[in-house]
């Protein structure tokens, strides 16, 4: 007799985290600048990137390892880079960053960019 509650249960929980991920990506899609959007889906790719490049070197082989660092590495930073772009350009943190306007933020995610990649261009020997 214990079954038949304790899949009501489970099936109840199901269905309210269901509810709750539908509601969380209607808020998302309603409220959420379209800037933010497009920052949200570079960083998607990012993290796909990073996972695609780690899974190669675990299931594949990690003979230039170097390389394979300086891709994950890649991946990471720009990853924080455009984080921090995202923070920064977000309307409802307007009060954290006041001295600083979307351009000049856009100008520091550019320039990090640059030299992160510098240096991972020189990691690769």
Known sequence: M??????SKSSSASSETSAAIATLWK??????????????AFLSFIVLSGV???????LV?????????AGFASSVGQFVLTASLRAQVNPENRSEFKDVSPER?????????????????????
């Not at 214990?2 to 899949?7: D, E, N």
């Open 2 to 7: 214990a079954g038949p509650k304790s899949s």
């Open 27 to 40: 808020s998302y899609l309603d409220e959420t600048p379209d800037r933010l959007k497009f920052i949200d």
């Open 52 to 58: 695609l490049q780690f899974a190669y070197c675990v």
């Open 105 to 125: 933020a856009f100008a520091d995610f550019a320039l990090g960019s640059i030299v992160l990649h510098f240096f991972v261009f020189n990691f690769l020997g």
């Open 61 to 69: 082989t990690n003979y230039p390892f170097n390389a394979f660092l």
